[in-house]
């Protein structure tokens, strides 16, 4: 298997490095580049889902001829299953934590956001965590929809501050 980086498409977020930092590397510049090519057997399923989760498409996988085509797993599914998933496990916590009085009184603590966007790339990570509360649609940078951040979304942005490449969200509680 082989990998390629459009350069014209990457924003040097970081994202593929951190899945899979034997095959990509952002120490020589300001975009992703491989390191290991072609990609040996161990690393390709790290390969692919780096290219997954690249929020602007910009990993090209090229399977070798002999290989078997490349199944899609439960990790790759698009952002919206994920924010589904994550939405119903609230719901659930919200669930138990009504019969625990003591859980309920803890959780109701205001929590506020914010987004740096001297440090927010723009990679899109937080929006397609939690979209009720971030969003790309108006800057280059994301913007914070609700702050308050209501109860039912606390547990996503949290999620979204720690998946944040560029550590450019804040979560003040």
Known sequence: MKVRVDEDLCIGCGICEGIAPEVFSLENGPVAEVIMDPVEADFQDAAR???EECPE???I???DADEQPYEETALEQPCQETTTEVLDSIELETEVEESNPIMVSERKEEMRTTVDP??????GICEGIVPEVFSLLNEPYA???LDPVPEEYQDAVREAAEE???EAITVIE
Request: net charge negative.
């Open 49 to 51: 889902e780096a290219a």
């Open 164 to 166: 944040c490449p560029e």
């Open 57 to 59: 498409t910009a990993i």
């Open 118 to 123: 001297d440090l927010c790339i723009g990679c």
């Open 61 to 63: 996988i090229e399977e």
């Open 143 to 145: 913007e914070v929809l």
